[in-house]
């Protein structure tokens, strides 16, 4: 993209980079580097889901991460309503804090089990200092109404909680100070799949009730169809493909997109017979050190000779349809 | 149970597995019943907790534990497993039927060269030297994909990557030639793109040799790819079972139907919510009484006279419909009814 973004981007991202330092030895000298996330550009727009999906190892919560600003970038720019927010320090971050917010994977590990459900879900008024109107409880209680679960839970501690209504507590904690985006990554996969729906359902609900902007994350691509406007697919770091719902699932347009869907199994056995799947060769190439030019190129049926030489530039190849490849389809 | 007829070789009826624990008698698995034909595919499919892997463990003889208590029929090839001598169950395992776990690092020594307990496995069931076992092991991690065969024999597993590991424990679960082989989320912990080719090969071997096989996951659309037939479990019981083809297109049971509206597709576009069920699966401790899907069921009112809060649905054929049977109290023409006109039509 050459234009910094149509004007209902909420967040912009430009060539966004994170490269974790590989040290050796007791000087810790620096030997490589874990290329996470290695040159994004995207934007999210306002009151859009955008889904991310890719692998393990990708790069999808290492870029969660760099939005919300949990981790320093190595290089890039992230811009959220105009404003530069690459390098904010903790303070200069921390009214911005308000604004986004991220829920996790593990409705088990990030709840801290010493505390009660009041506290953890009136954390966020405390940490920024804010007192809403009619006390912190009266609000938390609300909350706690708004994700489906009861007021009374205000005093019991997570381990009374099933893994459904612990991610609903998450929910509520990310909504305490009524963001505008919020960054869930992989919010469903610990779940069982009758509790999953219920959770997709609310994230839905909730998105409608208060105008928020999600940026999804997650590697099951059946709850990306579902809940995603648009789609940006990853490989070892790099976007490989960004467009709408319904040309992403119907006409992808980048190898490794094609291979991915379908991969994916379809729950109707009648369909098991017509199905043509592109099994892909070997693994996931180590993101230490990438194959040079196309990352892609290793696993990839139509790679020639360029695909070795140049990286390919993530191009528009339709309105609205972005691909990173030289030969797409 | 389906169509793709071989004979029976393993026949389980009636299977119970409580546990006994400081909080109560965990009825992990509370009166199963099933066959699978040789050269088939039995998927069993259930939410966490609701069984499945205690029910494959105790095909296998694996629980060991005296806090175990296990009564019912599995019948392996003929032979009666429940009560057996233990020697004899070990013998069996291994040999006439091997296990693949979600997890392989667990089923793999971590000290050991991947080739090292290939070639154990080999020859606790095989008198035969070394040098042939070593053959054995190479060629069979050839068959399940692994490149350089016979140089990756001598690497750990903590060498190999996820979906290798996944392929060497195949390739070790396979060596001696079980004719059943139980595949316990075998792709659970991997990518998509793995999960394809370790399927495919889960295929292929079996065609292979024949054998039958349980595939035990939490995914509909791993047992549509695979599975003849289905079985899907709640707390502890099977409330449907059938030929995969039926258990998709005609679900009979309230549970079925609520997993089927609470998977997001990826073969549609698809615009309306999601249909969850309510709640939460029980804890097998305090299972709830009757139907113990009773109340998280949107139809528990519908059978006169409460009969859903009190008494146990007990698996009955489904009319007209070969091998396929459901446990809910509801009338059968009722239940076609609400698949019909309430629940097809959303999905
Ligand atoms: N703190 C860190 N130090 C070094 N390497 C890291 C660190 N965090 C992540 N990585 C590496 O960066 C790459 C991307 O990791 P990331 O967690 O973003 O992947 P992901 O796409 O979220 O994968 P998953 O689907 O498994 O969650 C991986 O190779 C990972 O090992
Ligand atoms: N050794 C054991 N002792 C007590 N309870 C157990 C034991 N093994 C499993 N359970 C319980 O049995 C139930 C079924 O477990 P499991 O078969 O592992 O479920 P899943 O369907 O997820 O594979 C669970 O409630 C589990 O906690
Ligand atoms: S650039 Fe070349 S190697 Fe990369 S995806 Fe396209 S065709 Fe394949
Ligand atoms: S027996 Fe009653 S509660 Fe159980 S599934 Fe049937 S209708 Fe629902
Ligand atoms: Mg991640
Ligand atoms: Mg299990």
């Not at chain 1, 809403?132 to 997570?158: A, D, F, M």
């Not at chain 2, 005296?66 to 057996?84: K, P, Q, Y």
């Amino acid at each position: 993209m050459t234009n910094p973004g149509p004007p209902e981007a909420l967040l912009t991202v430009e060539g966004l980079v994170k490269h974790f330092p590989i040290t050796k030895g007791v000087l810790r000298r620096q030997v490589g580097a874990v290329q996470a996330v290695d040159g994004l550009t995207f934007d999210v727009r306002t009151g859009e889901t955008l889904g991310v999906v890719g692998e393990s190892g990708c790069g999808k919560s290492t870029m969660g991460r760099l939005i919300t600003r949990l981790l320093e970038p190595t290089a890039g720019r992230i811009e959220f309503e105009g404003r530069d927010i690459t390098h904010l320090g903790v303070s200069g971050m921390r009214p911005m804090r308000r604004d986004v917010q991220m829920i996790f994977q593990d409705p088990y590990s990030s709840l801290n089990p010493r505390h009660t459900v009041g506290t953890i879900v009136g954390a966020p008024f405390r940490l920024q200092g804010i007192a809403p109107e009619g006390g912190v409880k009266k609000e938390v209680q609300g909350l706690l109404e708004l994700v489906g679960l009861s007021p009374e839970h205000y005093n019991r501690y997570p381990h009374e909680f099933s893994g459904g209504q612990r991610q609903r507590i998450g929910i509520a904690r990310a909504l305490a100070l009524k963001p505008k985006l919020v960054v869930a990554d992989e919010p469903v996969s610990a779940l069982d799949v009758s509790i999953q729906a219920q959770v997709v359902n609310l994230l839905d609900d909730l998105q409608d009730e208060l105008g928020l902007t999600y940026v999804i994350i997650a590697h099951d691509l059946s709850v990306i169809r579902h809940v995603s406007d648009r789609i940006a697919v990853m490989y070892l770091g790099k976007l490989v493909e960004l467009t709408d719902r319904t040309s992403l699932y119907t006409a992808p347009a980048h190898p490794y997109t094609k291979a991915l869907l379908s991969a994916v199994p379809v729950p109707d056995p009648r369909r098991r017979t017509q199905r043509k799947r592109i099994l892909l060769n070997g693994d996931v190439p180590s993101p230490i050190s990438p194959p040079s030019g196309c990352r892609f190129r290793t696993r990839c049926w139509k790679s020639a000779e360029v695909c070795s030489e140049q990286e390919p530039p993530l191009l528009e190849l339709r309105t609205g349809h972005q691909v990173a490849c030289h030969f797409p389809e | 149970m389906s169509e793709q007829t071989g004979e029976v070789f393993l026949s389980v009826r009636d299977l119970k597995i409580h546990f006994d624990t400081d909080d109560g008698l965990v009825k992990s698995v509370d009166g199963i019943s099933f066959d699978v034909r040789r050269g088939s595919t039995l998927g069993i499919v259930g939410e966490s907790g609701s069984g499945k892997s205690v029910t494959s463990l105790g095909v296998m003889g694996l629980h060991r534990t005296a806090r175990a208590r296990i009564s019912g029929e599995v019948h392996l090839d003929g032979e009666e497993l429940i009560g057996a001598d233990p020697d004899r169950v070990r013998r069996l395992r291994g040999s006439k039927m091997a296990m693949i776990f979600q997890d392989p690092l667990s089923a793999m020594h971590p000290y050991f060269t991947v080739g090292a307990q290939i070639v154990e496995a080999y020859r606790v069931h095989h008198a035969v030297d070394r040098r042939t076992a070593r053959k054995r092991a190479v060629e069979l991690l050839d068959r399940v994909g692994i490149p350089q065969p016979d140089r990756r024999v001598d690497d750990y597993p903590h060498q190999f990557s996820g979906g290798m590991r996944q392929r060497a424990m195949i390739a070790m679960a396979l060596v001696n030639n079980p004719e059943l082989l139980i595949a316990d989320e075998p792709t659970t912990a991997l990518d998509v793109t793995v999960q394809a080719q370790i399927l495919d090969l889960i295929r292929d071997l079996q065609k292979e040799f024949g054998s039958a096989v349980i595939i035990i996951t939490h995914d509909l659309g791993v047992v549509a790819e695979l599975a003849d037939d289905i079985l899907v479990m709640y707390a502890g019981r099977c409330v449907e079972r059938g030929p995969a083809e039926a258990l998709f297109t005609r679900p009979r049971h309230p549970y079925t139907w609520g997993l089927l509206g609470s998977m997001p597709r990826i073969d549609r576009e698809q615009t309306d919510r999601l249909i969850p069920v309510k709640g939460s699966p029980p804890s097998l401790i305090n299972v709830p009484e009757g139907c113990a899907f009773n109340p998280r069921c949107p139809y528990a009112d519908v059978p006169e006279g409460g009969l859903t809060r009190t008494e146990r649905p007990e698996l009955t054929p489904v009319p007209g419909d070969d091998g396929h049977h459901s446990a809910c109290h509801l009338a059968h023409e009722e239940r076609t009814r609400i698949w019909t006109e309430e629940i097809a039509p959303k999905l």
